[in-house]
C-alpha cells in the first residue's frame, strides 16, 4: 500500500479562502441566502478554497484533478468526516458512514448484491413495479413528479434487496446517498494545495456539473451534451453522480438500470406535460430536486 506525504510532492502552500465570510458565522450566511448559487460560485478561486463552517476551516474541492486527488487514495487518506459522523446514530455504521478498514469489510460483504449477474433478476422486479406505478395513474391527472419517482424507486430497491436479505439501513443508506463530506487522515495534497491533517474536506457533484468550463449554459436542459463527441471532451471526474474511487456508490450500475428500465416504461405509457401556471425550481436538500407537479 503506498502511502502520500507532503514530502516530494507539488504542493505550492494552502488554498484560497473564498470571500464574504463573516466574523464567528464564518460563510453560514452566504450559503443559507443561496446554497446552489454559492457552491458553483467557488470554482472561480481555483482547485480547492477554504470557506467557513461557523469557525469550522472547510476545503471545497473545486475542479476535476483535484477531486481525483482525494477520492482516488479514497480510504488510505481520507475518512469520512463530521457529517457522516452526525448521521450514524440514526444510520448506523453501515456502508453510507463507515471508513477504512470497516467500510472495506462492508463493500465486500455487499458486493455480491450488487453483481451484473443479480441485476438480470433486478431489472424484472424494476420494470414490474414501474408497471404497476404507472397503472395508477390516470389521464388529465397531477402527479407530484418527484414524490412518485422518489416512491417509484424506493419500491424497487426494497424489494429487489430484501428478496437477497439486505437490510433496511442498507437500502435507507443507498437511497440517500448524500454528497460527500470527508476527513483528511493526514498532511495530504489536492490540486498541488497542501491540506492539513484532520481537515474536513466537501466536494460536490452539484458544483462540478455546474461549471461552465465543463458544461455550458449549466442550467440548460441539453441532451446532446452527452453524444460520443461531446462526452469525449469532458475532463475525468468532471461527471461524479456516483462518487468515484474506495468510495463510489455501490449501487451505480443498479441506478442507472433503474433509471433506464422506468423511464421506458413511463413514457411508453404516458406523456408528461408541466402543470399549467407551475415554476419547477431547485430545492437544495441532501439531493438537489425539482418542486412542482406534473
Request: aromatic share 8%; with cysteine; hydrophobic share 40%.
Amino acid at each position: 500500500m503506498v502511502e502520500r506525504s507532503l514530502v516530494g510532492c507539488q504542493a505550492v502552500g494552502g488554498p484560497p479562502e473564498a470571500s464574504g465570510g463573516w466574523p464567528l458565522l464564518g460563510h453560514i450566511v452566504p450559503i443559507q441566502r443561496s446554497p446552489l448559487g454559492f457552491l458553483p460560485g467557488l470554482a472561480k478561486y481555483g482547485a480547492v478554497v477554504k470557506i467557513g463552517f461557523g469557525t469550522l476551516p472547510v476545503y471545497v474541492v473545486a475542479h476535476p484533478d483535484a477531486v481525483r486527488d482525494v477520492l482516488v487514495p479514497g480510504d488510505i487518506d481520507y475518512k469520512r468526516g463530521l457529517c457522516f459522523e452526525r448521521l450514524k446514530p440514526g444510520l448506523g455504521e453501515g456502508i453510507a458512514t463507515a471508513s477504512v478498514d470497516e467500510h472495506r469489510r462492508l463493500r465486500t460483504l455487499l458486493q455480491p448484491v450488487f453483481s451484473r449477474e443479480r441485476l438480470v433478476e433486478y431489472s424484472t422486479i424494476m420494470r414490474t413495479a414501474a408497471e404497476e406505478a404507472v397503472q395508477k395513474w390516470h389521464d388529465g391527472e397531477v402527479v407530484q413528479a418527484d414524490e412518485a419517482m422518489d416512491d417509484l424507486a424506493l419500491t424497487a430497491l426494497t424489494r429487489s434487496l430484501f428478496r437477497f436479505t439486505a437490510t433496511e439501513e442498507t437500502a435507507e443508506a443507498i437511497k440517500h446517498g448524500m454528497r460527500e463530506l470527508t476527513r483528511t487522515l493526514k498532511e495530504t495534497s489536492a490540486g498541488g494545495l497542501a491540506i492539513p491533517a484532520d481537515a474536513e474536506m466537501i466536494y460536490s457533484p452539484y458544483l462540478l456539473h455546474h461549471d461552465a468550463r465543463w458544461f455550458p449554459d449549466p442550467q440548460r436542459f441539453d441532451p446532446d451534451r452527452w453524444l460520443p463527441e461531446n462526452a469525449a471532451k469532458l475532463p475525468k471526474n468532471a461527471y461524479i453522480p456516483f462518487a468515484a474511487g474506495a468510495y463510489q456508490c455501490i449501487g451505480k450500475i443498479f441506478a442507472t438500470t433503474e433509471l433506464a428500465m422506468m423511464t421506458a416504461v413511463i413514457c411508453a405509457k404516458w406523456r408528461a406535460e408541466l402543470t399549467p401556471g407551475t415554476e419547477v425550481r431547485e430545492v437544495a436538500s441532501a439531493l438537489i430536486t425539482g418542486l412542482g407537479p406534473v
